[in-house]
């Protein structure tokens, strides 16, 4: 049997090789663009393809794929799924053909949309307008831009990754672009109590209940606020037993043109640092603080390198090889850091985002609101690194609106 693969990140193909690995199966190389696919198809010829849903280039691949009567399988972060489907496809193996046991615990396959009860279809829609109808500010997805996925890192606990990855999603909001901010599941609770979602949504569900009891994320039971769809931790399920099959099909589940992965500080789980090639993006915020610069510096000689050194590393490593690119954010910049010392560490630092005065941070946090919705014009100047990075040109900067003139005023007057 010949299987055709495009992953989004080498680790996907790689667990779906070893998963099959007791079948008599030739697997092409992980197919990494739309021409590399192109090239494939006129050389060899291949039964089934397996395509990555989060290729921008996926429905091309598909059309392409039809037309040489090649079957298609989609790849929605779960490799149950997928090896269900290869069933078909599989010869028989005897006792080596039993189902293929990947986790200690497994969840339901999405339901078709047409297996779907057309009462049950009707309620969620009008739920859905029920929650919409109060957002502020009109989103819009964009098929002019490829999702992005974008990890927000914290060298340091508190260093300020869920600070910027929420208030960047706010810019992104302003421009109507559609996003989403995903807490990391075995973090802590924070958002949630920062935004007051207790008291502003009484549908909210965290990710992990949605995937465990629904099987995929289901529509409205997210937090919709000021057009940012947020999926946080809950007080209710404090360190949830989550796993690396667990969280990628969260990955996959949030479909917006931006999505935002808030880990915080927690990049030491294993789970994550094999999670880490499905991003597009890779954010690291540090804290300007002496004491942890160092640990970012190269070890002496005999020495073991640090954590926080051998995760800078492990990063521009994957940035080299073009997997992710990375961004280091210093945060809480002031005219008492050593700008000179921070100009000597082994990586160019994108932007400084200033220690901003407590006193706005405070009135914010009190009131349960984002820094960017008190201090709109303030925090654009200091986002515009970090926007640039991700959306097109025409996304760069925020619309002024025109300034009426003396003679439009007039017109405005003799109409209304």
């Known amino acids: 049997m010949q299987i055709l693969c495009a992953f989004r990140s080498p680790t996907s193909y790689q667990r779906m090789k070893s998963f099959l690995e007791a079948h008599q199966i030739e697997w092409s190389e992980n197919i990494q663009s739309f021409d590399e ?30 037309r040489f009567a090649v079957d298609v399988i989609s790849f929605d972060g779960d490799f149950e799924v997928v090896i269900n489907q290869l069933h078909d496809y599989l010869p028989e193996k005897g006792e080596e053909s039993e189902e293929i046991d990947l986790a200690p615990e497994t969840f339901p396959e999405v339901p078709e949309e047409d297996d779907t009860p057309v009462r049950y279809i009707e309620k969620r829609v009008i739920e859905e307008k029920e929650v ?84 995929f994320f289901q529509k409205g039971k997210d937090f919709f606020y000021n057009g940012i769809s947020f999926h946080l931790n809950h007080p209710s399920f404090p360190d949830p037993k989550v796993t690396y099959e667990d969280l990628l099909k969260m990955i996959y589940q949030i479909r917006s043109s931006i999505n935002l992965f808030d880990i915080s500080s927690f990049w030491n789980d294993p789970d994550f640092m094999t999670l880490l090639p499905e991003a597009d993006h890779v954010f690291l915020v540090i804290d300007p603080d002496p004491a942890l610069i160092e640990r970012i510096a190269p070890p002496e000689e005999g020495v073991q390198p640090t954590p926080e050194h051998s995760l800078v590393q492990r990063l521009l490593e994957l940035h080299k090889q073009k997997q992710i690119q990375v961004h ?4 809480k910049d002031s005219n008492g850091v050593d700008h000179k010392v921070l100009r000597e560490l082994p990586f160019s630092v994108l932007a400084y985002i200033p220690h901003f005065e407590p ?42 609106p025109e300034k009426q003139g003396l003679l439009d005023r007039i017109k405005f007057f003799k109409k209304s």
């Not at 696919?37 to 039809?66: C, P, T």
């Not at 280091?328 to 945060?331: D, L, T, V």
């Not at 609101?369 to 097109?392: A, C, S």
Request: glycine residues 4%; negative net charge; proline residues 5%.
């Open 359 to 400: 006193a706005l941070v405070y009135q914010a946090n009190w009131k349960g609101e984002l820094l960017y919705e008190r201090e709109k014009d303030l925090m654009e100047q200091h986002l515009q690194g970090l926007i640039k990075q991700i959306v097109p040109p025409e996304y760069f900067y925020l619309e002024k």
């Open 328 to 331: 280091f954010i210093i945060n």
């Open 37 to 66: 696919l192109r090239e494939e198809m006129g050389f060899s010829s291949w039964q089934v393809a397996i395509i990555d849903s989060r290729l921008w280039w996926q429905e091309e691949a598909k059309e392409i794929l039809s």
């Open 132 to 215: 919409r109808i109060e957002v502020q500010v009109p989103v819009k997805t964009y098929a002019s831009i490829p999702s992005q996925l974008c990890y927000f890192i914290s060298l340091s606990p508190r260093s300020g990754a869920t600070f910027l990855a929420a208030n960047l999603a706010a810019a992104l909001a302003t421009r109507q672009l559609h996003c989403t901010v995903l807490e990391y599941p075995k973090g802590r609770v924070s958002l949630y109590d920062l935004l007051n979602v207790g008291v502003k949504s009484e549908n909210y569900e965290p990710p992990y209940k949605q995937l465990k009891e629904y099987g």
